[in-house]
T-cell receptor, first 116, second 110 residues
Framework: GAVVSQHPSRVICKSGTSVKIECRSL??????MFWYRQFPKQSLMLMAT?????????EQGVEKDKFLINHASLTLSTLTVTSAHPEDSSFYIC????????????FGPGTRLTVT | RKEVEQDPGPFNVPEGATVAFNCTYS??????FFWYRQDCRKEPKLLMS???SGNEDGRFTAQLNRASQYISLLIRDSKLSDSATYLC???????????FGTGTRLKVLA
């Protein structure tokens, strides 16, 4: 149980375009989903917390107009990187939780974004 | 000072060795603690939660010292497949947010 999927797993796009990443909890309903970014040799940095049916809460320094988050249902959250630039190239990982009151988060397999 | 600090390593150990990692956290409102394992270019996977009384799962033992605000992970009889980065993760009371340490790299050598 506690499977989280992410799509796409890898995307290459041109500078200035927008990219949408989907995160789904497959076998449980996630009231909260999280979006992280990880640069090479660094740890995961939380970008935003997404609650179903409400606006996402962004961490300090993360531009909400650039990273659009939509949590339309208890099993789906999307992250759209708008007007992507090469510096947005990173590994984007979502997680979902809690499940049955537990504080454990379950991570998707990640999306590797390369902006050329 | 980072909220969650770990020695980045790498720790290079021979197969069969016992290795221990420590992690310190600064937020006294931290309530839940975890060790995650992350393989290169993959997502983190939950290794174990850390309970106040300490807990063991096979070759892995986790300890929590709230007074000193540190967490430890002990791996006994290291296997080649244990090579990975081990992430110390702290959850802040009243939130579902995770704060990640930078991770400790372990290389188990044949």
């Amino acid at each position: 149980g506690a499977v989280v999927s992410q799509h796409p797993s890898r995307v290459i796009c041109k500078s200035g375009t927008s990219v949408k990443i989907e995160c789904r909890s497959l076998d449980f309903q996630a009231t909260t989903m999280f979006w992280y970014r990880q640069f090479p040799k660094q740890s995961l940095m939380l970008m935003a917390t997404s609650n179903e049916g409400s606006k996402a809460t962004y961490e300090q320094g993360v531009e909400k107009d650039k990273f659009l988050i939509n949590h339309a249902s208890l099993t789906l959250s999307t992250l759209t990187v708008t007007s992507a630039h090469p510096e947005d190239s990173s590994f984007y990982i979502c997680s979902a939780g809690p499940r049955e009151g537990l504080y454990e988060q379950y991570f998707g397999p990640g999306t590797r974004l390369t902006v050329t | 000072r980072k909220e969650v600090e770990q020695d980045p390593g790498p720790f290079n150990v021979p197969e069969g060795a016992t290795v221990a990692f420590n992690c310190t956290y600064s937020n006294s409102a931290s309530q839940s603690f975890f060790w995650y394992r992350q393989d290169c270019r993959k997502e983190p996977k939950l290794l174990m939660s850390v309970y106040s009384s300490g807990n063991e799962d096979g070759r892995f033992t986790a300890q929590l010292n709230r007074a000193s605000q540190y967490i430890s992970l002990l791996i006994r009889d290291s296997k080649l497949s244990d090579s990975a980065t081990y992430l110390c993760v702290v959850n802040i009371k009243g939130t579902y947010k995770y704060i990640f340490g930078t991770g400790t790299r372990l290389k188990v050598l044949a």
